[in-house]
Nanobody, 113 residues
Framework: QVQLVESGGGLVQAGGSLRLSCAASGIIFSITTMGWYRQAPGKERELVATIFRGGSTNYADSVKGRFTISRDNAKNTVYLQMNSLKPEDTAVYYC???????WGQGTQVTVSS
């Protein structure tokens, strides 16, 4: 079955950086479109970034130019490099194969002002 394990979250000051990782199993990772999502307190979960099997990417307007999604097919891992972090980026971050209903446990990102 699909399993996803996110890591790399933490507490950082505004303007700082974090790199999230998501290790996937139970899927043919190299042909799977992967997404990073986030959910802030009191808000709906939103799609932040997507990376397709060929490596092309899409980003939400709110993170464009600051976040970079990448993948390592040899390690079945997708990353989210987050730079110039803002307090409004505070959320629990999740990765997911876009076709699958399975979520990981998420990783908390807190950005202090």
């Amino acid at each position: 079955q699909v399993q996803l394990v996110e890591s790399g979250g933490g507490l950082v000051q505004a303007g700082g950086s974090l790199r999230l990782s998501c290790a996937a199993s139970g899927i043919i990772f190299s042909i799977t479109t992967m997404g990073w999502y986030r959910q802030a307190p009191g808000k709906e979960r939103e799609l932040v970034a997507t990376i397709f099997r060929g490596g092309s990417t899409n980003y939400a307007d709110s993170v464009k130019g600051r976040f970079t999604i990448s993948r390592d097919n040899a390690k079945n891992t997708v990353y989210l490099q987050m730079n110039s972090l803002k307090p409004e980026d505070t959320a629990v971050y999740y990765c997911k194969a876009t076709w699958s209903p399975v979520w990981g446990q998420g990783t908390q990102v807190t950005v202090s002002s």
